[in-house]
C-alpha cells in the first residue's frame, strides 16, 4: 500500500473516525484505524461492535492495500504534521508516514482480526444537518446518564410519513421535537431509540450538508459528506410521553427567553446544592429566588405576561435552564397547573414544535 493525501483531509479524516475508538477494547484490533487504499480514495474504519465509522477521502493511491494501525497514536501524529503533503506505505511490519521532514513508522496489527463493519441500512429519509443538530441538541440534555437504565440514556425517534420525532427522558423531565423531513417512503411508520451519546456525536459533527438515516434490523446509520456512522439499538422499551405533553394547563405565562435565563442564571448563584429556585407568576412579572441557608439570598423580577391566577413553583435552576436552551423562538411559553404539577415549557406558537415537561420540586 502506498499513498499520498492533503494533511489537513487526513488529519480531518482520522480524528473524525477516532472518536469512535473504544476506551477498553474488547480486543487489540478495535483500538486501531483500518485503511483501505483504493484507486482514487482513501477508506477509514473503526469500529467497537456498537459503532461504527467509516469516512471516505480522496487521495492519490499508487499502490491499493489494506493495513490497520493503532488509532490514537494516529490521530495524535496527524493533527500535528507540518502543513504538507502525507504520504503513507508499508513496509514489512510497519506503516511509515512521512510529511515534510517528519518520518513515523507505526507497527501494524493483524487485518482478519478487524470485524467486518455493518453496511448501511436502507436509507428512511434525510434532514439538513443544521436541523438535524439542532433538534438532537434540544432532546439529548433529558437523556438519563444511568447505565443501569439503558433505555433512559438514549433517544426515542418516531416517523410517520414525512414528520420525524425525537424524545428522551431521565424520569424527571421530557424533552421532545418535531420536524419535517424529505422521507424516501411517504407511507413509513417507525420508531426506535438510538444512544443519546451517537445521535450527538452525529449532529455534532454532521452538521454541513444533508444528513441520510437509514434504518434496518436492529441498526441505525447516519450519512452525510463521504461520512458514515452506524450504531446498534437500544431495546425499544420507551414510555408513552406524548400524552404528557398535550395535558390541559390553567395557567400560561409567557416570558422573554434571553433575560429570563440571564436572571435565574444569576440568582442560582446563591442556590446550595441541590436546592430550589423559585418563581413566583403573578400580573405582569415573574419573581426569581433562591437562598436562604448558609449562602445567602438572591432575588430578581422579570416581566411576564400571566393568563391564570398567580402561582408560586419551585425547579432544580439546571433542569430549567436545560428547558429554555431549547426554546427557539424569543419569546417562551409556560404551561402550569398547579405548585405540585409538572411544567411544560414550549416555543412561543400554537402548535410548538419543542416541548420540555419539567417535574416542580415540594415548595419549602
Known amino acids: 500500500m502506498k499513498f499520498q493525501v492533503t494533511r489537513d483531509v487526513l488529519a480531518d479524516a482520522v480524528a473524525w473516525t477516532a472518536r469512535t475508538l473504544p476506551g477498553r477494547p474488547a480486543v487489540p484490533a478495535l483500538s486501531g484505524i483500518l485503511l483501505d487504499a483504493l484507486d482514487g480514495g ?45 504520504q503513507i506505505a508499508t513496509s514489512g511490519s510497519e506503516v511509515v508516514l512521512t510529511c515534510g521532514g517528519a518520518e513515523f513508522g507505526l507497527l501494524t496489527m493483524p487485518v482478519e482480526d478487524f470485524p467486518t463493519l455493518p ?3 436502507q436509507k428512511a429519509g434525510a434532514v439538513g444537518g443544521g436541523v438535524f443538530a439542532a433538534a438532537v441538541g434540544q432532546v439529548a440534555v433529558a437523556a438519563s446518564r444511568d447505565a443501569s437504565l439503558p433505555v433512559l440514556t438514549g433517544v426515542r425517534v418516531d416517523i410517520e410519513g ?31 431509540i ?47 410521553y406524548r400524552s404528557r405533553l398535550t395535558d390541559d394547563w390553567s395557567i400560561r405565562a409567557s416570558v422573554t427567553v434571553a433575560p429570563f435565563v440571564e436572571a435565574v442564571k444569576r440568582v442560582a448563584l446563591v442556590a446550595e446544592h441541590n436546592s430550589a429556585i423559585r418563581l413566583s407568576f ?38 430549567l435552564l436545560d428547558g429554555l436552551a431549547g426554546v ?6 409556560v404551561h402550569l397547573a398547579s405548585s405540585t404539577r409538572p411544567v411544560l415549557i414550549t416555543d412561543d406558537a400554537d402548535d410548538p414544535a419543542f416541548r420540555y415537561l419539567v417535574m416542580s420540586l415540594r415548595l419549602g
Open 119 to 121: 453496511a448501511m441500512p
Open 282 to 319: 403573578t400580573q405582569g412579572q415573574v419573581l426569581i429566588q433562591a437562598g436562604g441557608g448558609e449562602i445567602g439570598r438572591g432575588a430578581e423580577a422579570v416581566a411576564a405576561e400571566l393568563d391564570g391566577e398567580d402561582i408560586q413553583i419551585a425547579f432544580q435552576p439546571h433542569y
Open 194 to 240: 438510538v444512544p443519546a451519546k451517537v445521535m450527538v456525536e452525529v449532529g455534532r459533527t454532521l452538521r454541513a450538508g444533508e444528513v441520510s438515516i437509514g434504518l434496518g434490523e436492529g441498526i441505525a446509520g447516519f450519512e452525510c459528506a463521504d461520512r458514515v456512522t452506524t450504531v446498534r439499538l437500544l431495546d425499544d422499551q420507551f414510555k408513552d
Open 42 to 86: 482513501l477508506t477509514l474504519s473503526a469500529f467497537d461492535y456498537d459503532v461504527s465509522a467509516r469516512a471516505s477521502i480522496e487521495a492519490d493511491v499508487a499502490e491499493p492495500g489494506t493495513t490497520l494501525i493503532p488509532g490514537r497514536v494516529l490521530a495524535e501524529i496527524t493533527k500535528s504534521l507540518p502543513d504538507q503533503p502525507v
Open 162 to 192: 414525512d414528520v420525524v420525532s425525537l424524545a428522551a427522558t431521565d424520569r424527571y423531565r421530557i424533552a421532545a421535537r418535531e420536524f419535517l423531513w424529505n422521507s424516501a417512503r411517504p407511507e413509513q411508520r417507525a420508531a426506535v
Open 328 to 333: 427557539e423562538t424569543e419569546s417562551a411559553r
